[in-house]
């Protein structure tokens, strides 16, 4: 089955320093990797995606993801945090096999502290 | 603007009871999904609608009935509600159920079951 694996529960970086946020992905044939982010008592927001192309892949509020085919990995990079960061980050890869639907993992808490 | 609304944000209610959650998108998207995140965190796809047509339905109970009136919007109803069915409930919509589209959340419902 297709899955994404989040390692980390909770990440913590001081303000102003880079930040990653890890993800491994499991799927049979090519991935459509996704990351979304969480914030307190909202829904979630689409910051980035890869499909195909380029291994690094920008998105929105300055974060960007590296995508890494023999390390089956999709890590979600900033080069410089914000307090502003602070909240619940998703990774997602799509199931083709299934109605294309997302499949998350866990969630990984990002605190960046000032 | 908002983009995927859902009513209500909150709802607290008796076991045993018939509840419905209402979700509304004016993106023009074709396809439509609805998500349970539990105390944890963890996401996990309920159904999808593309075009009124149920094209996901992974295994809920069937107290759990989805209906798509227009390809605007999709409610969830659940009978004789169980105090397992707490949970927040996001409503997602993207262009199409095609693989490469993000999906754009609601703010979800709080459902809470005494």
């Known amino acids: 089955a297709q899955s994404v694996a989040q390692p980390e529960d909770q990440v913590n970086v001081a303000e102003g320093n880079p930040l990653t946020v890890k993800c491994t992905y499991s799927?049979?044939?090519?991935?459509?990797l996704f990351w979304y982010v969480q914030y307190p008592n909202r829904g979630l927001q689409f910051l980035l995606k890869?499909?195909?192309?380029?291994?690094l892949v920008k998105g929105s509020y300055g974060f960007e993801a590296e995508f890494n085919k023999s390390q089956t990995s999709f890590h979600l990079k900033k080069p410089s945090a914000l307090v502003s960061d602070s909240a619940l980050y998703f990774c997602?890869?799509?199931?083709?096999?299934?109605?294309?639907?997302?499949?998350f993992g866990a969630g990984t808490i990002l605190r960046v502290k000032s | 603007d908002t983009a995927v609304s859902q009513t209500p944000k909150y709802l607290v209610t008796q076991m045993g009871n018939d509840k419905s959650i209402k979700c509304e998108q004016n993106?023009?998207?074709?396809?439509m999904y609805w998500y349970k995140q539990d105390s944890k965190k963890f996401l996990k796809i309920m159904f999808s609608?593309?075009?009124?047509?149920?094209?996901i339905n992974e295994t809920v109970p069937n107290r759990f009935s989805p209906k798509s009136p227009d390809k605007a919007h999709l409610n969830l109803h659940i009978n004789s509600l169980e105090l397992g069915d707490s949970a927040v409930y996001f409503c997602?919509?993207?262009?199409?159920?095609?693989?490469?589209?993000?999906?754009?959340f609601g703010p979800g419902t709080r459902l809470t079951v005494l």
């Open positions: 997602a919509s993207s262009q199409d159920s095609g693989s490469y589209n993000e999906q754009f």
């Open positions: 799927v049979s044939g090519n991935p459509y």
């Open positions: 890869y499909i195909t192309g380029d291994n």
């Open positions: 997602a890869v799509r199931d083709l096999r299934y109605g294309n639907k997302l499949v």
């Open positions: 993106l023009g998207h074709d396809t």
């Open positions: 609608y593309n075009n009124k047509e149920l094209i």
